[in-house]
């Protein structure tokens, strides 16, 4: 018997990352993913779920389909269709423990870390810091145009905060003052949307809490 298989039976935890690190034959997926209704297409599939790694990797459809060496037609299908076998519901015995996908399946997160502005702003921590907070907040990694926020980003909320101007930030950083302001607005756009940060300065912004994810 397979060792997964073996782990199932016997109660155990099948971790999602350990599925995409080494992705199983279809035949073990339809016995981990057996769906009653459906006996024979439980919707997941070994190339279903390399499309899903890599989209979890960041990478766009179009990409995928280049590395995979198939049409952009049959990724996005694969794409859709494991998604919404997923959605339908995990197993029991498998732990989804990747936070991008407990996002894109709307499960569920513990919020751990930072996760206020004022904390933030007092400690700076580093872009390495910040990157990994980015990814436990269950986003996938900045492959595009999508960057995160950076130890500058907070240093200029933090400039501000105690009371520098526009003009004296713009001069230190070589901006003009609508630049300064967009990248601001920016900032507290990636805040919320990407770190789920509660805006609790009101010195800096209007008071917002993010929903839980």
Known sequence: ????????????????????????????????????????NNGVSQFGLEVLKLRLEG??????????RTPAS???????????????????????DI???RRLLHIRQTITGYTKLSELLQELPSDDELCRLDRERGNLPARST?????????????QRLEGRSYDSICEEL????????????????RLIRDLR?????????????????
């Open 174 to 189: 070589g901006w003009d003052r609508v630049r300064l302001q967009r990248h601001i607005q920016a900032t507290r756009m």
């Open 74 to 96: 049959k990724v996005a299908y694969w794409s859709r269709k494991t998604r919404n076998c997923l959605l339908k519901g995990v197993p029991d015995c498998i732990d989804v």
């Open 197 to 213: 940060i509660e805006l609790d300065v009101p010195q800096l912004f209007t008071p917002f809490k993010p929903r839980p994810l």
């Open 99 to 101: 936070p991008a996908l």
């Open 59 to 68: 990478y766009k459809l179009s990409e995928i389909a280049d590395r995979l």
């Open 1 to 40: 018997m397979d060792q997964l298989l073996e782990k199932a039976s016997h109660g155990e935890a099948i971790h999602f990352s350990e599925l995409l690190r080494d992705i199983p034959s279809d035949e073990i997926l339809a016995k981990l993913f057996f769906n009653p209704e459906h006996p024979e």
């Open 146 to 158: 999508r960057r995160c926020v950076t130890q500058k980003d907070l240093y200029i909320l933090r």
